[in-house]
């Protein structure tokens, strides 16, 4: 498996499979909304292998009852994994959602089989299997809150030479199940789905609007303000910015698909062209077909 750098926090290096994605944003916990988590998705079904996003090693396990899936069968328990980093002793590793297969004072290294992919009951019913990863004071590995800022470190190759601002989002359904339908864009798109920011080009990350909140990611610093347009349609205002990432409220829009509100579910993916997740309502509430064309509207309220 070949493994790229993509987030780092004070010495300590967060991997994700080259054919995976990742994201800081798309989630409704605060580790997200304040910039200290990030997800690793594997190109991976849910009990398939884990890779470990991180070098060090293991020390701690501990395993968390999960409330009852969201409509779904879900697993009776999570798990914490602690893991010491090799990189910056100083540093913990809080990993969740994997079943372990690793013993304490294991080594591990990037890419290698730290457990299972899970279906925690802390996730909506669309979520993909994941990897959740936060750098933390070993003083303080386990709260919710108190973990370190994390930084992208992976970089975009020529965005401009390689994405374009869109006009409408319209493509094709590639993958279409109960929970979600997966859509391949028109137009030149890498990385993710292209916005405007602040007058310049970005990607896209988030859950929105359900989550009432989104990132984007761009290739410098964006100005804090600066207004966020999907195609062409204003759709928030940065609220905190860091170095080449911004994060902004939802403000005033949402999305139609055939007349049924609809959610989109964004990350960065690293290699390949991005697809863009389309949530139902609920589970079955859109009868789509592979294959079919689709047009999701952004549509001020």
């Known amino acids: 498996m070949k493994i790229i750098p993509v987030a780092e926090s004070g010495g300590v290096t967060v991997y994700c499979p080259s054919d995976g994605r990742f994201s800081f944003f798309n989630s409704p916990y605060i580790a997200h909304r304040t910039q200290r988590g990030v997800d690793i998705y594997p190109p991976k079904r849910f009990g398939d ?45 809080k990993i969740l959602h994997v079943e372990p297969t690793v013993d304490l004072g294991r080594l591990v290294e990037p890419g290698q089989e730290l457990g299972t992919l899970l279906r925690s009951g802390y996730f909506d019913f669309w979520t993909d ?125 949402h999305f139609l698909l055939r007349g049924v509100r609809v959610g989109l579910s964004l990350y960065l993916y690293p290699s390949g062209k991005p697809l863009v997740k389309v949530v139902p309502p609920k589970p079955g509430a859109l009868n789509l077909e592979e294959s079919e064309e689709v047009r999701v509207a952004v549509v001020t309220s």
């Open 49 to 93: 292998v884990a890779p470990s996003p991180v070098l060090g090693r293991v020390a701690g396990i501990r395993k968390v009852k999960c409330p009852g899936g969201k409509g779904f069968k879900s697993s009776e328990f999570d798990y914490v994994i602690l893991i010491r980093s090799v990189e910056n002793p100083k540093r913990m590793i």
């Open 129 to 253: 299997p994941h990897i959740h990863v936060e750098v933390r004071n070993p003083e303080d590995p386990i709260r919710a809150r108190g973990g370190f800022k994390l930084e992208r470190t992976f970089l975009f190759n020529n965005l401009e030479g390689s994405a374009e601002l869109l006009q409408e989002l319209r493509g094709v359904v590639v993958e279409t199940k109960r929970e979600y339908s997966l859509v391949l864009l028109e137009g030149r798109c890498r990385y993710g789905l292209p916005v405007e920011v602040d007058g310049s080009l970005g990607v896209f990350d988030g859950g929105v609007p359900h989550y009432g909140w989104f990132g984007v990611y761009t290739t410098r610093k964006p100005s804090l303000g600066g207004v966020v347009k999907l195609c062409g349609v204003p759709i928030g205002a940065l609220e905190k910015t860091s170095n080449r990432m911004g994060l902004a409220k939802c403000s005033g829009f």
